[in-house]
């Protein structure tokens, strides 16, 4: 048995080094975002079943009035913090990385089994954490889950301005159709939900005056970022804009359905499933998002990416071979800010903390995720946040001719 024992201890260990050295010859992105995805879910399984195990730590369990979902969500941002110090020291680290050249850039693509060592132990000793400790970072959390929904509406909305820079580069009569085919389909399909919306969150014989305060604004915001993208001043196009009102319409969703269950106004306080969906769709995004911003680092003009790498303009794939993943002899500039790549995952994980955690409030069921008036003003303000900049997207260039927008 001793034997047997030995022998699959070995293979483990060479399977994990094989895997390790694979992931450092092909994208260092995909490893991180696997390791982030783990972390998802590890959090997901002590949110429903570690509230047991976390009440036999005495120096987490320090009261008896402390309830289930507590220990729930302690496990749930103990696992957070773990994330963010993992990612937040390897943003440090990589501060000022500008070529390939540079000794960190081997330290971001390899040493994978000790990663994913420090990864684990970092984890672990978050237990061990003192709970004021916990409690602090629960706070920041809201702070920076917030910074990381404002990343997400510029990753946006450079994405809708490259999708149709893209499509008019192309000067085709059939490309101008599919613009406008996809701008006028977005533009019902927006309008049909916040419609659908007004039946689900305005039920007969309710005082709704909120929710309808929310819809109508969602109506006016849609029809504004028409008017404003098709004034003959603005350099603006209707497919940005079509997009926009889509994305405006599911973030007042997503604000509406986190009601709490007891409101008369939410139609659905009676789909249990609801939040479960609203969990998976909420994390799905998240992922998303964070795989699209690493994909994407590097390639604008925005922030994202630091002087020396590629512009927007540029056609040419960010990755043309494995060589630039894994370095080569040349010093040739970096193809993604590596200092905003860690830290994108340092914010996404304050920010699926919160969602996990409904915002760290305890004042909703346990059965119930993403509940309560914290996570509804928080959608809220996003779809705003997003209004805003997507208009000032638009009349920035009108205020300050001077100034070269990209």
């Known amino acids: 048995m001793s034997c047997l024992a030995s022998c699959c201890a070995s293979l483990t260990c060479g399977l ?16 991180y975002c696997g ?27 320090t009261s008896d009035d402390l309830t289930d979902q507590w220990f729930q969500i302690q496990g749930v941002l103990r696992v957070s913090m773990a994330n963010f110090l993992f990612f937040g020291t390897l943003a440090l680290i990589m501060i000022g990385v500008k070529d390939q050249n540079d000794r960190r850039d081997s330290w971001h693509h390899g040493g994978w089994i000790a990663k994913m060592i420090i990864w684990a132990l970092l984890t672990i000793l978050m237990f061990f954490v003192p709970n004021v400790v916990i409690d602090v970072y629960g706070v920041i ?17 450079d994405a809708t301005h490259s999708w149709n820079d893209s499509w008019v580069a192309k000067d085709e009569q059939k490309w101008y159709i599919a613009l406008l085919a996809v701008s006028v ?45 098709l004034h003959p001043k603005v350099n603006g196009s209707l497919l940005p804009a079509s997009v926009i009102s889509v994305y405006c319409a599911y973030v ?3 604000g509406l359905s986190s009601e709490p269950r007891d409101y008369a106004c939410n139609g659905l306080h009676k789909s249990t499933a609801v939040s479960t969906s609203t969990l998976v769709l909420g994390m799905l995004t998240t992922v998303l998002s964070v795989l699209y911003s690493a994909v994407r680092a590097g390639s604008s003009t925005t ?40 830290i994108i995952f340092a914010l996404a994980s304050m920010y699926s903390a919160m969602l996990l955690s409904g915002w760290t409030s305890d004042s909703e069921s346990t ?27 638009l009349v920035a260039p009108i205020i300050f001719p001077d100034r070269e927008f990209y």
């Open 16 to 31: 994990c080094t094989s895997v390790a050295s694979g992931i450092t010859k092909r994208s260092a992105r995909i490893a």
């Open 35 to 61: 390791l982030f995805g783990v972390s998802l879910i590890v959090s997901w399984i002590l949110r429903e079943v570690g509230a047991p195990l976390l009440k036999q730590f005495s120096w987490i369990n």
């Open 141 to 157: 959390s809201k702070f920076g889950a917030g910074c990381f929904l404002l990343v997400q509406v510029l990753i946006l909305l």
């Open 185 to 229: 389909a977005c533009y019902l399909g927006a309008f049909t939900f916040t419609g659908i919306l007004f039946i689900w969150f305005n039920p007969s014989g309710n005082d709704c005056g909120l929710n309808v305060f929310f819809l109508v604004t969602n109506f006016i915001l849609a029809f504004a970022f028409a008017i404003i993208a």
């Open 252 to 254: 007042c969703y997503t």
């Open 303 to 342: 922030f994202l990416s630091p002087p020396s790498s590629p512009r927007a303009g540029d056609k040419k794939p960010l990755l043309k071979s494995e060589d630039v993943e894994s370095g080569g002899a040349e010093a040739r500039p970096v193809s993604y800010s590596y200092f905003f790549f860690h």
């Open 367 to 393: 059965d119930l995720i993403d509940v309560g008036w914290t996570s509804v003003w928080v959608r809220i303000c996003t779809e705003w946040i997003t209004a805003g900049l997507y208009i000032w997207s």
